[in-house]
């Protein structure tokens, strides 16, 4: 009777372990703050962690119990307790000598999320920065043989592959791992964008 009692235990356990990981790992977060978007976050079901918004550096992650540790390339650990954790939402408490409190607000990220950030185009004689905020807002530079311009913009998803940039539309496609964005204008030109590292 007390084996049969410990194996329910035990296959509970680790069924609502699996859960929360298909949960972390099924969807791009984005991490917020005063219900703005902030960045963009992936949990890799092979174990990487990548954050969007520090694309220069690795970074690998496990999962033990209720905790997530996350390592850099150079081995230094960050580790959360996970306060709650659902298909659309997820906070996690780091853990840290100070003993202080602070909860990171994570939600499944949306279309518009997954612009976030700093995106360039360097060629020969001129080069685009394109800034994109949670806000719809943003702001493009420009440099044309050693004269910068920049123009502060909005921007909306449209439709699923539709961005609106002021009054011209695009059709975007990004690369699979959200490191390049092409912009497609309606005359077919094309503007290939990499998220800046």
């Known amino acids: 009777m007390k084996k049969i009692l410990l194996m329910m235990l035990l296959s509970a356990f680790f069924i609502s372990c699996s859960e929360s990981n298909e949960d972390l790992t099924s969807s791009f977060w984005v991490k917020y703050k005063k219900s703005q978007p902030n960045y963009l976050v992936k949990f890799g079901t092979d174990g990487k962690f990548v954050n969007f918004n520090k694309l220069t550096q690795t970074y690998t992650y496990q999962v033990i119990q209720n905790r997530i540790i996350i390592t ?3 081995g230094e650990k960050q580790k959360f307790f996970i306060k709650s954790i ?6 996690l408490s780091e853990i840290n000598d100070a003993g202080s409190l602070d909860i990171d607000y994570f ?7 997954f612009f976030l950030g700093t995106w360039i185009k360097i060629s020969k004689g001129n080069h685009y ?23 502060e913009i909005k921007y909306t998803v449209k439709q699923k592959d539709v961005l609106a940039v002021d009054d011209k539309l695009f059709e975007y496609k990004f690369s699979d791992d959200l490191i390049n964005l092409e912009l497609i204008d309606s ?9 800046e590292k």
């Open 72 to 74: 850099d390339s150079k």
């Open 129 to 151: 920065i394109l800034t994109l905020l949670a806000n719809g807002k943003g702001l493009l530079e420009e440099e044309v043989n050693g004269y910068i311009g920049q123009k």
């Open 107 to 113: 939600r499944k990220a949306e279309a518009t999320d």
């Open 187 to 195: 005359d077919k030109n094309v503007l290939t964008l990499t998220r």
């Open 86 to 91: 659902s298909p659309t939402e997820l906070k």
